[in-house]
């Protein structure tokens, strides 16, 4: 059974906290009694080994209770949140779902079988192997969605090493694989998942207060929302030891800025991909971008310039796209980096990186600038298409407090030319008062050109 060494956990920790939700704490022997209850229901709406399961939640006891189950029960699992959208249903064709959980705000289930038939290749794999599976689609900011097809077996194994027992937020979602490695490594520990249905700064930071969080795993977006709100100076955080992020690049100035702010949160810079899971890292400090990846069960290389990863946790593939893998089993991740011996330093996307006339801009560099100017809340810095230099620079910026925005585009220009060679200048500036991050606090390039 996959999930013997976490059952193992439970029964250890049983009066120990499991989940706290909606200020309700949950322990161990009520997660074990709620597991053993969807063993029940899953046998009894007919779900057998290798069913394709379409799990629509957030986290929550039941949710966390089903996934696990589900896991036991050799089912292939795709967990969606609300963040999806209207992509909903065409995430729920392409995994070719067959039966459907829904888990209301309520934590209640509903169950629905829907109609269609699971045929793919690597849904036949999994059956064939007895292993239970789990679908993950990427966010799509710059193209389709992709699904990626995982064996839990080899995605669970990390798990089984004992670490550190923490009480963690639930802040990257259940349909992420940041935020599923979260749960994972929290539960495996006998630790705690504190969820967080208000993922603004005031309602996570109000959760780290009243429940002493140790870790809370997020975003670089989220950390200079945090900055912008002051939230951090209305909560006790003296619980909280670790701060992580990921899924894009940190601005040198916002990691900067916080740890000058907050200078006793150690901060941990993180890396992971839908495709090969979440590497173990270590950051140089608590206030440096340079970063060592890797860990038992994973290799990295350099090749021109861009991150490429083979990991024993590597999904099959993708339902819907090609193989982005070498025949030996490396994947180009995209990320361009920098090389310091064993630590290397994120650059960005290697497709967003602007060029201006042969010159390369990375939209970190200029943001982490702007991002010092006064009276700037949030920036995005993107290309736009120019018959002279092929590209020219752009940034996106919301203002703290009003100002005349002719005024703030000189002052911004200005103060950019005296830090940044002249093709990393923004040539154009627009000032908005839209969010520039996504549900899922990340940076949206997505009206970029």
């Not at 999994?126 to 789990?134: A, M």
């Not at 009480?167 to 979260?182: E, K, M, P, Q, V």
């Not at 330093?345 to 497709?351: D, I, M, P």
Request: some cysteine.
């Amino acid at each position: 059974m996959s999930i013997e060494f976490l059952l193992r956990t439970f029964h250890d920790n049983e009066d120990q906290d499991a989940v706290i939700w909606q200020d309700i704490t949950y322990n161990y022997r009520w997660l074990l009694d709620r597991i053993n209850y969807w063993r029940g229901a899953i046998r009894d709406n007919g779900v057998t080994r290798g069913t394709v399961v379409i799990l629509e939640a957030d986290f929550s006891p039941n949710a966390i209770a089903l996934f696990l189950a589900l896991i036991e029960s050799a089912c292939i699992l795709v967990p969606l949140t609300s963040a999806v959208g209207a992509k909903r249903d065409e995430f729920v064709e392409i995994a070719e779902g067959e039966v459907s959980f829904t888990l209301d705000e309520h934590d209640h289930a509903n169950v629905t079988w829907l109609d269609q038939s699971a045929s793919h290749k690597f849904f036949a794999s999994l059956r064939s192997l007895g292993h239970p599976g789990l679908v993950l689609f990427s966010s799509g900011s710059t193209g389709k969605s992709k699904a990626a097809v995982h064996d839990m077996v080899p995605l669970l194994e990390k798990f089984k090493v004992p670490r550190h027992r923490l009480r963690a937020i639930s802040f990257l979602l259940y349909d992420h694989i940041g935020g599923i490695n979260t749960m994972l490594y929290t539960l495996s520990n006998g630790g705690c998942l504190v969820t967080v249905p208000d993922r603004s700064p005031d309602g996570v930071l109000r959760a780290v207060d009243a429940h002493r969080v140790q870790l809370l795993p997020t975003s670089p977006t989220f950390i200079n929302l945090v900055l912008i709100s002051e939230a951090y100076k209305r909560y006790k955080l003296d619980s909280l030891e670790t701060l992580t992020y990921g899924t894009e690049p940190m601005p040198e100035s916002t990691l900067r800025r916080f740890h000058q702010l907050l200078p006793r949160i150690r901060l941990v810079q993180t890396y992971g991909l839908s495709e090969v899971g979440i590497l173990r890292s270590k950051s140089r400090s608590t206030d440096s971008l340079w970063v060592k990846v890797g860990g038992e069960g994973f290799e990295t290389r350099v090749v021109d310039g861009i991150l490429h990863v083979r990991a024993n946790s590597a999904m099959l593939g993708y339902l819907n796209a090609p193989s982005p893998f070498t025949d030996d089993g490396w994947m180009n991740t995209g990320d361009r980096v920098e090389i310091d011996g064993d630590y290397l330093r994120f650059l960005g996307r290697q497709s967003e990186i602007i060029n201006v006339g042969g010159e390369k801009v990375y939209p970190a560099e200029v943001e982490s600038v702007i991002q010092e100017l006064d009276n700037v809340a949030e920036v995005t810095v993107f290309g736009e298409k120019n018959p002279i230099t092929g590209n020219i620079v752009c940034a996106k910026v919301t203002l703290s407090h009003d100002e005349d925005h002719k005024s703030f585009t000189t002052r911004l220009k200005k103060f950019c030319r005296e830090r940044l060679q002249n093709y990393k200048t923004p040539v154009k500036v627009f000032i908005t008062d839209e969010r520039q991050h996504s549900v899922r606090f990340k940076k949206d390039r997505k009206f970029s050109s």
